[in-house]
C-alpha cells in the first residue's frame, strides 16, 4: 500500500505513483474577494464560533491559490459558492460561471436559495453549463425543503448535475441541518444526485443508511478524518468497513483554501482508510481522487 504524502511537496508525485494524471477535487472555495474576505473574517474569530481557533492555511490570493492547487496537481476542481441571505445566488452563480470561462480547470459551478426566481435561475445556469452546484443549508439558514426549492431540486434530478449539500450537524447545528430533515428532499426527489458534504458529519452512520436507500447519494471526504476535525467529530471505529460498500460514490474534497492544516493532511486520511480495509486499497484512492468526481462533472 502506498503511504500517503507526507507534505504538500510529496502530493503530485504520490498522486502519480497510483496511476493518476492528477486529483480532481470536488469541494474547494473560491469567491467575489468581498464575501471570501468575510469568509476569513469569521474563521479570524472561530473560537467565538467553534471554541477553537481556526487559522486559514492557503490565505493568499486568488493568483497564489490557483498556482498552489496545480503544483500539487489538482487538474479539476469546483469553485464552491453559496449565499448566506436572499439576493445572492444568481450573483454568486455569475460569478462562479464567470470564473471558470477564465480558468480553465475550474469546473463551472452554480448555487441557489429559497426566493421567488430560484427555479428560472437554476434552469439559466444550467443552460449556461453548471456542472455542480453547491447547497448549505447550515450557513444559509434555511428549509430545503422550502416548496420555492421544490422545482429546483427537480431540475437538477432531471439534469443529473451533482448538488454538494452541506446539511450535516457539523461544525455548528442550524435550525435546518440533520440528515432526517434532507431525507424529505430525497424521498421526493430520489434521483437526486447529491453530494453530502463533510460525509454529513457528524452524522456518519445516517449518511451510509442513506447511501443504502438512495443510489446517487455521495459522500466527500472534505475535513473527514483528519487530526482537526477528529477533535470534533471522530470517525466511527467501523469506517473504514462501512467505506468499503460503498467505494464508487465517495469523491474527494478539502475545502481549499479554508482548511487550517495543509492539503496533503486530507490525504494521508484517506491513504489511512484505504489501509484499513482489504476490500479498499489502492483501486479505491483512484476511485475516490479521480476517476468518481471526474465522473460526476463529465
Avoid at 479539476?76 to 441571505?85: D, E, G, I, N, T
Wanted: aromatic letters at 12%.
Amino acid at each position: 500500500m502506498t503511504p500517503g504524502p507526507a507534505t504538500d511537496a510529496d502530493v503530485a508525485s504520490w498522486t502519480a505513483s497510483l496511476g493518476l494524471p492528477g486529483l480532481v477535487d470536488l469541494h474547494v472555495h473560491f469567491l467575489p474577494k468581498p464575501v471570501l474576505d468575510k469568509v476569513w473574517a469569521y474563521f479570524d474569530r472561530a473560537s467565538m464560533h467553534y471554541g477553537t481557533e481556526w487559522p486559514v492555511y492557503y490565505r493568499t490570493s486568488e493568483d497564489e491559490r490557483l498556482a498552489t492547487l496545480r503544483a500539487l496537481g489538482v487538474r479539476r476542481f469546483a469553485p464552491l459558492v453559496y449565499p448566506h441571505k436572499p439576493g445572492m445566488a444568481q450573483w454568486l452563480t455569475s460569478w462562479a460561471l464567470e470564473f471558470a470561462a477564465r480558468v480553465p480547470d475550474a469546473v463551472p459551478t452554480g448555487t441557489f436559495y429559497p426566493e421567488p426566481g430560484a427555479e428560472s435561475a437554476v434552469d439559466s445556469a444550467l443552460r449556461d453549463g453548471a456542472r455542480v452546484f453547491k447547497a448549505h443549508v447550515q450557513v444559509g439558514a434555511y428549509d430545503p425543503r422550502d416548496s420555492l426549492l421544490k422545482p429546483v431540486w427537480g431540475a437538477l434530478a432531471d439534469a443529473g448535475v451533482p448538488v454538494v449539500v452541506h446539511c450535516g450537524h457539523g461544525p455548528l447545528r442550524g435550525d435546518f441541518t440533520g440528515l432526517t430533515v434532507f431525507e424529505e428532499v430525497l424521498a421526493r426527489h430520489p434521483k437526486l444526485t447529491a453530494v453530502l458534504a463533510h460525509a454529513a458529519m457528524p452524522e456518519f452512520g445516517a449518511a451510509f443508511d442513506l447511501m443504502a436507500k438512495y443510489p446517487r447519494v455521495h459522500l466527500d471526504t472534505t475535513m473527514v478524518g483528519v487530526p482537526f476535525a477528529e477533535k470534533m467529530a471522530p470517525l466511527p471505529p467501523d469506517w473504514a468497513a462501512r467505506l468499503a460498500a460503498f467505494a464508487d460514490r465517495v469523491v474527494f474534497g478539502t475545502d481549499f483554501p479554508n482548511i487550517p492544516y495543509p492539503y496533503a493532511t486530507q490525504l494521508q486520511a484517506i491513504a489511512g482508510w484505504a489501509d484499513a480495509d482489504d476490500r479498499l486499497g489502492e483501486p479505491f484512492l483512484r476511485a475516490v481522487l479521480h476517476d468518481t468526481p471526474l465522473r460526476l462533472i463529465s
